[in-house]
């Protein structure tokens, strides 16, 4: 069965710090991974990564996939309130399915 | 406007009744999607559908039936079988080929009372 998880699951961060978020996965036939922010209600999408070693970049936002290992990480430098959110990590695999994490829980704290 | 189209936001069903969630888009994107989220959870499959007139079952199924009549549409009916329908529903689409990010559409919350 495919699985992806994530951690941690919730994190609380003053503004300012900088923090790491994991995606590991297990995914029949991988072909993308993809990062979403939610903050209401429809998450947003932050990156796609497809190959390993190739770092993504968006502002303060990166994030970076390692194919052998299994395990994706978004970075967020100089945090924001404005950050905080549920971020959500997603695999492609076969049959066109899109596999979603737990998600983590960022708090940014004045 | 291109996108996703939920309605209605917010659904109340009493016990026993049958509800079906609504998800239209014009993005002229083949495979669309249902997903389902709790309280502090992240999503997971309902149904999913690459073509008109297929669907999968994704890993919570039970209780839960789709069809797809057309490219656009995307349907979703709660049937009295599921046991613990409260939650919060999101439908997405996106093109065909698993390279490509998908859209969500702003979500259905359903409450049972």
């Known amino acids: 069965e495919d699985k992806v998880v994530q951690s941690p699951l919730s994190l609380v961060v003053h503004e300012g710090d900088t923090v790491t978020l994991n995606c590991s996965y297990e995914?029949?036939?991988?072909?993308?991974l993809l990062w979403y922010k939610q903050e209401k209600k429809a998450p947003t999408f932050l990156f796609m990564l497809t190959s390993s070693g190739i770092e993504k970049k968006s502002g303060r936002l990166s994030s970076i996939l390692d194919k052998k290992e299994l395990f994706s990480i978004l970075n967020i430098t100089a945090t924001q309130t404005g950050d905080s959110a549920v971020y959500l990590c997603a695999v492609g695999g076969g049959a066109q399915k899109l596999v979603f994490g737990q998600g983590t829980r960022l708090t940014i704290n004045p | 406007d291109g996108g996703i189209t939920q309605s209605p936001k917010y659904l109340f069903r009493k016990e026993g009744q049958n509800v079906t969630l609504s998800c239209e888009q014009n993005?002229?994107?083949?495979?669309m999607y249902w997903y389902r989220q709790d309280p502090g959870q992240g999503l997971r499959l309902i149904y999913y559908?690459?073509?008109?007139?297929?669907?999968q079952k994704g890993d919570i199924a039970e209780g839960y039936s789709v069809s797809r009549e057309k490219k656009e549409s995307f349907p979703l009916t709660v049937t009295s079988a599921q046991k613990n329908p409260t939650a919060f529903y999101l439908c997405?689409?996106?093109?065909?080929?698993?390279?490509?990010?998908?859209?969500f559409g702003q979500g259905t919350r359903l409450t049972v009372v």
């Open positions: 995914v029949t036939n991988f072909r993308s």
């Open positions: 559908s690459q073509i008109v007139n297929d669907f």
């Open positions: 993005l002229n994107h083949d495979a």
């Open positions: 997405a689409s996106s093109m065909w080929g698993a390279r490509t990010e998908a859209f």
